[in-house]
């Protein structure tokens, strides 16, 4: 997936299209205090949150309730939860997923990705970003000692962890979430050992916004970048949410010309209209080494 920024300088700003207009944002877990401060100072937009609304119904991260789709289908159905239950015809939500990196081997990795539903005018904004150092642990312990390597590993207990059974055939399970105390993680372990077929707990970190300082912290810088791409305009239609939506690879080899496995071109696209655009690699390389290349280095 594509991960630049928004380039401001390029297009045109307009970061007055929701000056004084009312989102809603579906949260149960705080992510209001990451998201309307940066949409207000820089768009103008009043952020609110609906009252008594389960976004756990569309997929929790511990896995008792799958999401319903992709990421990105999850995050607009949130957003219209908020909308439904305000009435208000714009809405905003987050959704993160979190597992081993898509490149690197015995690391992990997270997505987060957010947007702007917006039925006035027909549209869905979305950004993503790449968290390459996300606080997301989980391992199976059986005494103290792994425990406090669990600590840590995790930077407990800013992060706090949820402890369940490593391995159970029964269908209701105990699930201890949001502990931020090392007595009531170990009470915890104790208690979900005792009823997993191995003897072991499972602790990991609980990824719940409030529950996980880095991650609030990731959806802040997102809601940053949400915002820039709300501000810029498509240069054919004026819409909002003018961006990068792609890339195409293929870079021609210096050698050979052939096709590389290297960005050619980004991918710019508007959300309401068909205009697309196929700009330069931001860096001006034009040719791939020949490393890259299938034919000069099979
Ligand atoms: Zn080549
Ligand atoms: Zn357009």
Redesign the pocket.
Known sequence: MATTSQPESDATRASSTYAGARAVLATMHGKQAAIAPVMHDTLGLQVETAEAINTDALGTFTGEIPRPGSIRETAIAKARLGMTRTGLPIGLASEGSYGPHPSIPFVCGGLELMVLVDDTRGIVITEHLVVDAPVYAHAPVSNQVQLATFFEQTGFPQHAVIVKPNRTDRATLPVFKGLRSASAVADAVIRCAACSIDQLAFVQTDMRAHMNPTRMASIARLAARLCARIATACPHCAAPGYGQTDIETGLP?A??G?PSDLVRHEIFGCVACDHREHRPRPDGLEFAD?GR?S??NP
Do not use: A, Y
């Open positions: 080899c050698w050979c052939c020949p290349c034919r000069c």
